[in-house]
């Protein structure tokens, strides 16, 4: 395999491509909303997450 990382793109070109897709302003909402309550979820675990007290 070659790879050419010139072609690579960032995270702007990986947007752009799902967003010129049919439905893509819905799939990036949905991948939004993921994002989101992936970031509650989180911010839930760190609250109330028990830890064992070193002596």
């Known amino acids: 395999y070659q790879y ?3 072609e690579a ?3 702007k070109e990986a947007m752009g ?3 010129n897709q049919p439905f893509g302003q819905w ?3 949905i991948m939004a909303c993921g994002l989101m309550l992936f970031a509650l979820f ?3 675990e760190s609250f109330y997450r ?4 070193k002596s």
């Open 9 to 11: 793109g960032g995270l």
């Open 17 to 19: 491509e799902i967003l």
């Open 42 to 44: 989180c911010a839930f």
């Open 50 to 53: 028990q830890t064992e007290a």
């Open 4 to 6: 050419d990382p010139d």
């Open 27 to 29: 799939l990036l909402a």
